[in-house]
């Protein structure tokens, strides 16, 4: 174990940071799951059909959900990493009040997607 996790206090930047790495980790095993639509749709409409219920499934959405809420974080969390890249926000109040609105638009965001999702049927 490294031995900064037992020196350094837990602060709200500090878990971000490893929230941004575990969420592209996350998205790039969504790939596989893009992958796998591209092979059902492209192997004819029994397999599609077994992949959107799949994914229609409550695991499959529990699922869905968990890549909708990577996908707007990382993004949230990437401008915010562009901000920073800029020079700005890097004080430890600024940088505190930006991951709290990374999270509060990854909410936000997540709960938009599903709504609009929710209303054209695709639920």
């Known amino acids: 174990m490294s ?3 037992s020196i350094w ?3 709200l930047t500090m878990a971000t ?3 941004h790495r575990v969420t ?3 998205l ?5 799951i893009v992958a796998a639509w591209a092979v059902s749709l492209a192997s004819g409409p029994e397999a599609y059909a077994g992949f959107k219920a799949l994914l229609g499934s409550p ?3 529990l699922v869905m959900l968990g890549m909708t809420l990577s996908a707007f974080y990382h993004l949230g969390n990437g401008v915010r990493h562009l901000v920073w890249d800029l020079g700005h926000g890097l004080d430890v109040k600024t940088a505190t009040a930006s991951g709290i609105t990374v999270f509060a638009f990854t909410i936000v965001a997540t709960a938009a997607a599903w709504g609009v999702a929710y209303m054209v049927g695709a639920l």
């Open 28 to 32: 790039y095993l969504g790939g596989l």
């Open 3 to 5: 031995p900064h996790l």
């Open 59 to 61: 695991l499959g959405l």
């Open 9 to 11: 206090r837990w602060h």
């Open 24 to 26: 592209g980790v996350g």
């Open 17 to 19: 940071s490893i929230l």
